[in-house]
Structure formats: structure tokens, C-alpha cells
């Protein structure tokens, strides 16, 4: 299964964007699902994660109270919706199936990310 983000560009700082996450060749059913970003010249980073249920989330502390992670199982998507963007958002956003540790850690291959700019 190949997870595919979506909705990426360039905004300004104190924009919102709003990113869509779709399996592509299977499902994500029955699974958690986190985002992750990787800005120029740093590691991947995790930034929010969601149940199968929806129930419960979790965020990184660099986005919290600006990030909301939703899904839509019958659509069997995954969103996330970033608040009052930051020249340090700027990265490319990947979404994968995770399991639920601490930090959440990604299972299977990256798909193809999105890009996100911000500008100041």
C-alpha cells in the first residue's frame, strides 16, 4: 500500500493549509495514520498521528494548537489541516501508516510526499 499526499504549495505565513493523505493500491484500514515532514537538509520528523477510530491523536509540541489531524474512514483518507503557517513549516509532507509508539514510527515504504512553502 502506497500512502499519497496531497494539497501541498505555497502560502504565506500566517495562512492555513489543508493536506489530504489516500492509499493508493490497498487500504489503510484497521490502522493508525501519522504525517511527517522533511525540511531541507534535516531528518524526517514526525508531526501528528490519528487511530483507526479517530478517538484519540497526537501531535508534535512544534505544531500543537496550530495542526488538526482528522480522518474519513468511509473515504479512507487522512487530513490535516495546519493553522497560522511559519517560514518553518516549509517542508515536504509524507503520510504513512504507523504504529502507535513514542514517537509513533512509520511501517512500510514513503509514497509520494507534497510540497509545502512558506513564505514570510
Known amino acids: 500500500v502506497q500512502l499519497q499526499a496531497s494539497g501541498g504549495g505555497l502560502v504565506q505565513a500566517g495562512a492555513s493549509v489543508r493536506l489530504s493523505c489516500a492509499a493508493s493500491?490497498?487500504?489503510?484500514?484497521?490502522?493508525?495514520v501519522g504525517w511527517f515532514r522533511q525540511a531541507p537538509g534535516k531528518e524526517r520528523e514526525f508531526v501528528a498521528g490519528?487511530?483507526?477510530?479517530?478517538?484519540?491523536?497526537k501531535y508534535a509540541d512544534s505544531v500543537k494548537g496550530r495542526v488538526t489531524i482528522s480522518r474519513d474512514n468511509a473515504k479512507d483518507t487522512v487530513d490535516l489541516e495546519m493553522n497560522n503557517m511559519k517560514p518553518a513549516d516549509t517542508a515536504v509532507y509524507y503520510c504513512?501508516?504507523?504504529?502507535?509508539?513514542?514517537?509513533?514510527?512509520?511501517?512500510?515504504?514513503w509514497g509520494q510526499g507534497t510540497q509545502v512553502t512558506v513564505s514570510s
Open positions: 504513512a501508516r504507523i504504529l502507535w509508539e513514542s514517537p509513533p514510527r512509520p511501517i512500510g515504504s
Open positions: 493500491g490497498g487500504t489503510f484500514r484497521g490502522k493508525a
Open positions: 490519528i487511530i483507526w477510530s479517530g478517538g484519540i491523536t
